[in-house]
């Protein structure tokens, strides 16, 4: 079946330190990798991609295989970042699956 | 482009009647998924429609039921509706099969509350 899990329900830190927000999947086949946001009152976004290799508002996400993880960081977090945060995989074909989701608070 | 437009933005429907939302995709989007989102939760998938067919379908009773038309604009249904069915229902397009990494598209969703 299935699966992301995203341990953390709430992370809080404090402007200008490292965020990394952890996602572990468990998914047949080989999916793509995507973490998603929703800032306060917006709409659900695509933030980044594995398969582009971006770097998007400063935040990075590396995929291990092995561990079956994709986690998403930042070196120095901003208020803006605040925000629910979703890690999905997906393969062409097939609709994206979430996980519960971390609420990254960043405060001054 | 307006982008994925979902109707309407909000919804109090009485315990055992039936709704039906609408959406519409982007332009040029051919699929259609939608979701549950209940509060301080991650979006549930409900069902994927591609083809005005239902291609795949999450862990939902067959009183979630849906269309999607030949323009690719697409209606959820809910019947019998429970109070547990009030949440955020968000409609989200995308290509189906054209690209390996297709990104989806999220409507501002439709708030439904059963009373």
């Known amino acids: 079946a299935q699966r992301v899990t995203q341990p953390e329900k709430l992370l809080s830190v404090f402007k200008g330190a490292p965020v990394e927000l952890k996602c572990n999947y468990s998914y047949s086949g080989s999916p793509e990798l995507f973490w998603y946001v929703q800032y306060s009152r917006q709409r659900l976004q695509l933030l980044l991609r594995?398969?582009s290799r971006e770097s998007i508002k400063g935040f990075t996400a590396d995929l291990n295989k092995g561990e079956t993880s994709f986690h998403l960081k930042k070196p120095f977090a901003q208020e803006e970042d605040s925000a629910m945060y979703y890690c999905a995989p997906n393969q062409a074909g097939t609709a994206l699956i979430f996980g519960k989701g971390t609420t990254l608070s960043v405060s001054s | 482009d307006a982008g994925v437009t979902q109707s309407p933005t909000h919804l109090i429907k009485t315990r055992g009647q039936q709704v039906t939302l609408r959406c519409s995709p982007k332009?040029?989007?051919?699929?259609v998924s939608w979701y549950q989102q209940a509060l301080g939760q991650g979006p549930q998938f409900i069902f994927q429609y591609y083809e005005e067919e239902e291609r795949q379908r999450g862990n939902f009773p067959d009183r979630f039921s849906g269309h999607q038309f030949p323009n690719y604009s697409s209606e959820l249904n809910v019947n019998a509706l429970l109070l547990g069915d009030s949440a955020l229902y968000l409609c989200?397009?995308?290509?189906?099969?054209?690209?390996?990494?297709?990104?989806?598209?999220f409507g501002q969703g439709t708030r439904l509350t059963v009373v």
């Open positions: 989200a397009s995308s290509f189906l099969l054209t690209r390996r990494d297709t990104e989806a598209f």
């Open positions: 594995h398969i």
């Open positions: 332009s040029g989007h051919d699929t």
